[in-house]
């Protein structure tokens, strides 16, 4: 097998060993030269492959080279490399971007005046640290840049020797820290606004588990159960409840059900350390830290509040019972007057006096009613109008209309009036109905033949406003009677009692009978009561001086 040189030197030599051996003027034969020639052609091949091969790698080394720069330069963290003398050396781009300035202004710069103040003694202290242990210390640094600007940095420290080897430079990773140290601060100002509404809160509160388990309590908790916050947070929900233990499981349940942020109000009984009992008013409801619900219960003692409604419904009895009396007395008292006209009347012979003692006794009638109603009812601040308006028609029908087949409808529906709007609703009826009554059917019969005679009261409500209609379908008030100037006293009754007293608007409907609409509006609000005037106590009588 003929031997191939892979060496040019080793080519070099064997020409020169040819040569000599046949001296400076023998030429080489041809197959020498041959060889010769062939294998300068192998060789030149073989190096022209290495040579490919070295290229390609030198391309490779130089794209490695590229790719080591990016990540170098472009790296998420800062890379700088500070010398013995605390002086800049090395910086990648994201660290001359943490450091606020160009990397021509960073080189042979002290890395101290980029510090804040109170990092500078942090700082020195770690690079002697990492050069005495030998090992990565890692510390947080506040950076002030030449905006006067602040950044907060993580820095991890370790020192190495210098290439000259007789001294040592330190090589620093910077991480931007700045978003979790402003969450940092603002999770700590939260748990700050969280602890101190917990420390000010008048309420006990208490966070537990699903289970029950009290995972959180505050100040007023340990005083008002006289438990310590030890005791508590080893104890159960129920521990304070032992009523409810039956239900626990139904509890339990109850809780698993709520979805985060549903919360429900319900009063118990508390159990403190010392067995006393004292009802509560609990707030409760599901929260979500993270990704786990919890139970958070506002508990407020309300003793007081329970002796207070005690002794205000025991105060509210008492005027009940005194209110009711107050009717009782005031119809009494109506009834009285009824009877001295009726045995007046008795006595009286002129028709025209009598009828006008007639009417002042249905009118008194009217007011009295209101009382009665009051007095029967359990409601002592309104009545049912719908009631009241079935027994006035009812004692109107038997004192003027007995012998006259007139039809009665009254319409209230669901209203009810307080006092001082019942009793002049009632008097501009009573008037109304009186002189229909007397007047709309002087034949006994309806006008135009049509159906039988017909008095209706209709009341009802329009938002704010009340409508009081009254109506029949009688002969009609003549033409020459105008409703505001007329010499009638019970029409000027009711213009003077809707109009003054009740502040409202009478209209006159003469299309086919008579039909009066009164509307108002109260002015008081509806549901309040009427304020009660206490006569003064008289002074104590004391020695004359």
């Given at each position: 097998m003929k031997?191939?040189?892979?060496?040019?030197?080793?080519?070099?030599?064997?020409?020169?060993?040819l040569?000599?051996?046949?001296g400076?003027?023998d030429a080489?034969s041809?197959m020498d030269?041959?060889?010769l020639?062939?294998e300068v052609?192998?060789h030149?091949?073989?190096?022209e492959?290495?040579n490919?091969?070295l290229r390609r790698?030198?391309?490779e080394?130089?794209l490695l080279?590229r790719?080591?720069?990016n990540?170098?330069?472009?790296a998420p963290c800062?890379?700088?490399?500070v010398g013995s003398?605390?002086?800049?050396?090395r910086c990648n781009?994201t660290g001359?971007?943490?450091?606020?300035a160009?990397?021509?202004r960073?080189?042979?710069r002290?890395?101290?005046?980029?510090?804040?103040?109170e990092?500078?003694?942090?700082?020195?202290?770690?690079l002697?640290e990492?050069?005495?242990?030998?090992s990565?210390?890692?510390l947080?640094?506040?950076l002030?840049l030449?905006?006067?600007?602040?950044?907060?940095?993580?820095?991890?420290i370790q020192?190495h020797p210098?290439?000259?080897n007789r001294t040592?430079e330190w090589?620093?990773t910077l991480?931007?820290?700045s978003?979790?140290?402003?969450?940092?601060?603002?999770?700590?100002?939260?748990e700050?606004?969280?602890h101190?509404l917990?420390d000010q809160s008048l309420?006990?509160?208490?966070l537990?588990d699903?289970?029950?388990?009290?995972?959180?309590v505050n100040?007023e908790a340990?005083?008002?159960t006289?438990y310590?916050?030890?005791?508590?947070?080893?104890m159960n929900?129920?521990d304070?409840?032992?009523?409810r233990?039956?239900?626990?499981?139904?509890?339990m349940?109850?809780w698993?059900?709520?979805?985060?942020?549903?919360?429900?109000?319900i009063e118990?009984t508390?159990l403190d350390?010392?067995?006393?009992?004292?009802p509560?008013e609990?707030n409760t409801?599901?929260?979500?830290?993270?990704?786990?619900?919890y139970i958070?219960?506002a508990?407020?003692?309300?003793?007081?509040r329970?002796?207070?409604y005690e002794?205000?419904?025991?105060?509210?009895?008492?005027?009940?019972?005194?209110?009711?009396?107050?009717?009782?007395?005031v119809k009494?008292?109506l009834?009285i007057?009824?009877t001295?006209?009726?045995?007046?009347?008795?006595?009286?012979k002129?028709?025209a006096?009598a009828?006008?003692?007639?009417d002042?006794?249905?009118r008194?009638?009217?007011i009295?009613?209101?009382?009665?109603l009051l007095?029967q009812?359990?409601n002592?601040?309104?009545?049912d109008?719908?009631d009241?308006?079935d027994?006035l028609l009812?004692d109107?029908r038997?004192s003027?209309?007995?012998?006259?087949?007139?039809?009665?409808i009254?319409l209230a529906?669901e209203?009810?009036?307080?006092?001082?709007v019942?009793?002049?609703?009632g008097?501009?009826?009573?008037e109304?109905?009186?002189?229909?009554?007397?007047?709309?059917?002087?034949d006994?019969k309806a006008?135009?033949?049509q159906?039988?005679?017909?008095i209706?009261?209709?009341v009802r409500?329009?938002?704010?406003?009340?409508?009081?209609?009254?109506a029949d379908n009688?002969?009609?008030?003549?033409?020459?009677i105008?409703l505001?100037n007329?010499?009638?006293?019970?029409?000027?009754l009711v213009?003077?009692?809707g109009?003054?007293q009740l502040g409202?608007?009478l209209?006159l409907?003469?299309?086919?009978?008579?039909?009066?609409?009164?509307?108002?509006?109260?002015?008081?609000?509806e549901?309040?009561l009427?304020?009660?005037a206490?006569p003064a106590l008289?002074?104590?009588?004391?020695?004359?001086?």
């Open positions: 031997k191939i040189y892979r060496s040019f030197d080793e080519l070099r030599r064997l020409a020169e060993d040569v000599k051996e046949r400076e003027n080489l041809r030269m041959i060889e020639v062939e052609r192998i030149q091949a073989e190096l492959i290495q490919e091969e790698g030198q391309e080394i130089s080279h790719e080591y720069e990540l170098y330069e472009f800062g890379y700088v490399v003398k605390g002086d800049i050396i781009l001359t971007t943490l450091l606020g160009h990397r021509g960073l080189l042979n002290t890395f101290g005046n980029f510090l804040a103040w990092s500078r003694n942090d700082f020195f202290n770690a002697k990492a050069e005495n242990n030998g990565v210390k890692a947080e640094l506040k002030s030449d905006d006067d600007s602040f950044l907060w940095v993580r820095a991890d020192a210098a290439p000259d040592m090589r620093l991480v931007d820290i978003e979790q140290k402003k969450a940092k601060v603002e999770l700590a100002l939260r700050e606004k969280y101190a917990l309420d006990m509160i208490f537990h699903l289970k029950g388990d009290f995972l959180e100040p340990i005083r008002h006289g310590s916050r030890d005791e508590l947070l080893a929900v129920f304070l409840h032992p009523d233990t039956e239900r626990k499981s139904e509890i349940d109850m698993a059900g709520w979805r985060p942020g549903e919360s429900t109000t118990l508390h350390k010392h067995g006393r009992k004292y509560v609990i409801g599901k929260v979500r830290f993270g990704h786990k619900d958070l219960a508990v407020r003692d309300i003793t007081v329970k002796q207070n002794a205000l419904q025991e105060s509210l009895e008492e005027k009940e019972v005194l209110l009711r009396e107050v009717h009782h007395r009494n008292n009834a007057i009824t001295l006209l009726q045995m007046e009347l008795e006595e009286v002129d028709s006096a009828a006008v003692l007639w002042l006794e249905n008194i009638r009217s009295a009613l209101v009382h009665e007095y009812k359990g002592l601040a309104r009545i109008f719908q009241y308006l027994t009812h109107l038997y003027l209309g007995e012998g006259k087949n007139i039809r009665y009254a529906g209203i009810r009036l307080g006092i001082d019942a009793i002049p609703c008097m501009i009826i009573n109304l109905v009186t002189n229909a009554i007397k007047y709309a059917f002087p006994g006008h135009g033949g159906n039988g005679p017909e209706s009261v209709k409500k329009d938002n704010d406003h009340y409508h009081i209609v009254v009688g002969v009609g008030i003549p033409e020459e105008d505001y007329t010499q009638s006293f019970g029409l000027r213009r003077m009692i109009k003054h409202g608007k209209e409907d003469r299309a086919s009978g008579t039909r009066v609409i009164f509307t108002f509006k109260p002015r008081h609000k549901n309040s009427p304020e009660i206490h008289p002074p104590l009588a004391g020695p004359a001086n």
